[in-house]
């Protein structure tokens, strides 16, 4: 009787230890039943089908095809365009931001996160409204008397590139900022002290300590945008036809394969550059550590 | 602005103004420099002695005056073109550049050439003993090591003013003490004219060729250690360097004597106060002679009672309640004969008169250390 007892309440506390030591892994459970459900499952799903449905040649297809390959092309230098300008926009403003009063960092971010406050479908919508023939932009050039024809400003790769940008801008500001506010604000008067000059304190001691901002702000928006959809069918032309465009035309009209096999590519190229830029980040910081 | 070791120069700092949102936080400051002296700024956060470091550096501009090296006027200057080495308070080293590679960037900023630069950091890296450190990232060395490698990199291009803001404030005090050490021998082997500012006493008093007392804004007074310790000129002084028993009393210069509630003591030979009124006497711990039982009535003498007695090695210490209920200290160094007192012992405190300080007693009315303008001078 007492040895049973003592042996239940032996486990009873190893029991307890266990949960002690390992009862964080259980609020892991809901979000990786989630992901499990709603993520894998599907993924492995579409690489069934994309070599199924009818069978491995949707991948010779999507090979092959001139427009696929367009198409890829495209989405590449769209999101590449787009990641670019975002940087060049976001830079000044994240780095204004970062030494910036509390009061003017908190209105800064407010305007930054403003546009999150409102669907992308509606903004993307208002673009049209603005950048079409008969838009607000064109009428007011117009009456203005500066063009006499309106200009082509919707269906055309500025306006992609006008909406995206306007999107992805807060996930470009918001890593860099991150990155700008953890450089000790003492590094630039130090750098002037030893007698470098603004500029050149910019460039030596900021720039460099910023780039885990420009990393991480650039995959971000590169990776966000190799997937885009609604913008680009929206205000682009067919010229545009970004990848994301292609795979729903394929699945709406064709059936899963090669929107499957579309997808598969996406993910593949997505991963892909992920990799090559998280490898260049390394290797630019192990340049720097490397160079006595 | 590098100059050749021999011509050192020498500073000049007058009439200096500062204030911060209407308040002032350095008033009328006037020191000068002798080339290669080592002259410490001390006072309590917020007296003005950081924001004084700061416009000799550039970071802040001066209302009005005049900072001066060597006659010529730096006050227009900007930073980077004043030549004027600096060590921060967090060392404010560079994280992503190794410790030579930190310690060559005000040589590449100045032109020299790849090579050059790096045998000279080199060479500058081994002065603070560092030479084996020389890849290895700021996060990689420990806080003494980073110091050395921010020392290393402000005087590697010859400055003529090495500044140095606080700079062994984040090292544990075995580690400062070393440090003291090196950065008098570092900066005496390149014979580097240096500011130095600190709130510690002790630093300022092992490091510093002269010091500069502040006290809200104002430099209270200014010389070497001793003068300061033997001869302050005010009661902030001589309670800020040491320890000191303040007894206030009547000056009656007719009978050359200051009387106290229930004592007289005899005016010290230096003293330069004149006229009759209140006045204090300052008596430092150690020229307090201690005796057992009362005394016959005499001059420079006071009578009370042991309250506390603590042994503390080389030196017993005595905290003694005399008749008009203050507390006075006292320190008694072991000599083997001395005699050993208990609390509760009656005692009579005594001293020569020579070496007791007398001063005005008004300003006590206004204790610095509590009524500083705000943080200011600290912030900036």
């Known amino acids: ?292 | 602005m590098t100059t050749a070791a021999g011509t050192k120069a020498e500073l000049e700092v007058v009439g200096l103004h500062k204030q911060f949102n209407g308040v002032p936080v350095v008033n009328d400051v006037s020191l000068t420099l002798r080339a290669g002296e080592f002259l410490t700024m001390l006072g309590p956060s917020g007296s003005g002695k950081t924001t004084t470091l700061r416009m000799i550096a550039g970071f802040e501009h001066p209302d009005r005056g005049e900072i001066r090296l060597r006659g010529q006027d730096l006050t227009a200057l900007p930073v980077y073109e004043r030549g004027i080495g600096m060590v921060f308070q967090n060392y404010a080293l560079f994280p992503h550049l190794s410790a030579l590679r930190n310690i060559a960037f005000p040589l590449e900023m100045r032109g020299v050439g790849r090579t050059e630069a790096r045998r000279r950091a080199m060479s500058a890296l081994e002065m603070v003993e560092l030479g084996s450190q020389a890849k290895k990232l700021p996060k990689q060395l420990s806080g003494g090591q980073q110091q050395r490698v921010a020392l290393a990199r402000a005087i590697v291009f010859e400055p003529d003013i090495l500044l140095m803001d606080e700079p062994l404030g984040a090292l544990d005090k075995r580690l400062r003490e070393t440090m003291q050490l090196e950065i008098m021998r570092i900066t005496r082997e390149v014979g580097a004219t240096v500011v130095y500012v600190t709130h510690d006493q002790e630093e300022a008093l092992v490091m510093s060729d002269r010091i500069a007392i502040y006290n809200q804004g104002r430099i209270e007074q200014i010389g070497t250690a001793q003068d300061l310790y033997e001869r302050p000129t005010s009661l902030f002084v001589a309670d800020f360097i040491g320890e000191s028993n303040v007894l206030t009393g009547h000056a009656e210069p007719g009978n050359g004597v200051v009387r106290g509630a229930t004592w007289v003591a005899d005016v010290p030979s230096s003293a330069t106060v004149t006229g009759s009124g209140p006045v204090s006497l300052v008596v430092r711990p150690e020229m307090l002679r201690i005796a057992s039982g009362a005394a016959p009535e005499g001059r420079n003498r006071l009578e009370g009672r042991v309250q506390e007695a603590i042994y503390l090695g080389g030196v017993r210490k005595y905290t003694v309640r005399v008749a008009d209920g203050s507390l006075l200290e006292c320190r008694v160094p072991r000599t083997g004969t001395e005699s050993v007192l208990d609390p509760g012992d009656e005692v009579t405190l005594s001293w020569h008169p020579d070496q007791v300080v007398l001063l005005p007693a008004a300003e006590r009315a206004e204790p610095a250390e509590r009524a500083e303008p705000a943080d200011a001078g600290a912030a900036a």
């Open chain 1, 1 to 292: 009787m007492t040895a049973a007892r003592e042996t239940g309440a032996r486990s009873a506390t190893r029991a307890a230890r266990f949960a002690a030591r390992h009862g964080w892994l259980l609020v892991l459970l809901p979000g990786g039943l989630f992901l499990l459900i709603f993520f894998c499952y599907p993924l492995v799903t579409m690489a069934v089908r994309s070599l199924t449905d009818p069978g491995p040649q949707n991948y010779t297809e999507v090979a092959t095809s001139p427009v696929f390959r367009q198409v890829l092309v495209t989405t590449l230098k769209t999101a590449g365009l787009t990641t670019l300008v975002c940087l060049a926009l976001a830079y000044p403003y994240a780095y204004r931001m970062s030494r910036a009063s509390a009061r003017t960092t908190t209105v800064m971010m407010a305007l930054v996160l403003l546009p999150f406050w409102s669907s992308l479908l509606v903004r993307t919508f208002s673009w049209t409204v603005l950048l079409q023939d008969t838009g607000l932009i064109n009428k007011m050039l117009m009456a203005l008397g500066v063009v006499d024809q309106p200009l082509q400003l919707i269906r055309t790769s500025l306006g992609v590139e006008v909406g995206m940008v306007h999107i992805l801008l807060p996930y470009m500001v918001l890593p860099l900022y991150t990155a700008m506010r953890r450089i000790d604000p003492m590094l630039v008067p130090a750098a002037q002290s030893l007698g470098a000059r603004p500029s050149r304190a910019f460039a030596r001691v900021t720039v460099p300590l910023s780039m885990p901002g420009v990393y991480a702000g650039a995959v971000l928006v590169f990776v966000l945008s190799l997937g885009f959809y609604v913008t680009p069918s929206l205000l682009g032309g067919p010229k545009n036809t970004m990848l994301g465009e292609v795979i729903a035309t394929q699945v709406t009209r064709f059936g899963f394969g090669i929107g499957s096999a579309l997808g598969m590519v996406l993910l593949v190229v997505t991963l892909v550059t992920l990799g090559a830029l998280t490898l260049l980040g390394r290797a630019g910081s192990l340049a720097r550590e490397r160079t006595p």
